[in-house]
Nanobody, 125 residues
């Protein structure tokens, strides 16, 4: 089992940047593919980005491709989401999640086993 804690959210103007961090404890992070999801008020939680166990392959939602970058440091048990050129529509609670399946890198909420508590990102227009 792994525990996840997100940090780095906040209020930023449109066009600005934020870097979210996800700290893992418990089982080693290299056992999991990792993902970032977000949930805006009144909307379903949606996929943002994911990364394979060794960090070699990344996946992004079309809405963030070219603006967001997911990365991981397995030695530090950390996952990051660098968010650039932020837009008002990026406003949401952002969640870090871990997928224990050895056969995939999930892009659906139900494919992830462990979740953090979320961190609020607010982009003012």
């Amino acid at each position: 089992q792994v525990q996840l804690v997100e940090s780095g959210g906040g209020l930023v103007q449109a066009g600005g940047s934020l870097r979210l961090s996800c700290a893992a404890s418990g089982r080693t992070l290299s056992s999991y593919a990792m993902g970032w999801f977000r949930q805006a008020p009144g909307k379903e939680r949606e996929f943002v980005a994911a990364i394979t166990r060794n960090g070699g392959i990344t996946y992004y939602a079309d809405s963030v491709k070219g603006r967001f970058t997911i990365a991981r440091d397995n030695l530090k048990n950390m996952v990051y989401l660098q968010m650039n050129s932020l837009k008002h529509e990026d406003t949401a609670v952002y969640y870090c999640a871990a997928d224990s399946s050895p056969l995939r890198v999930g892009r659906r909420v139900d494919e992830y086993d462990y979740w953090g508590q979320g961190t609020q990102v607010t982009v003012s227009s």
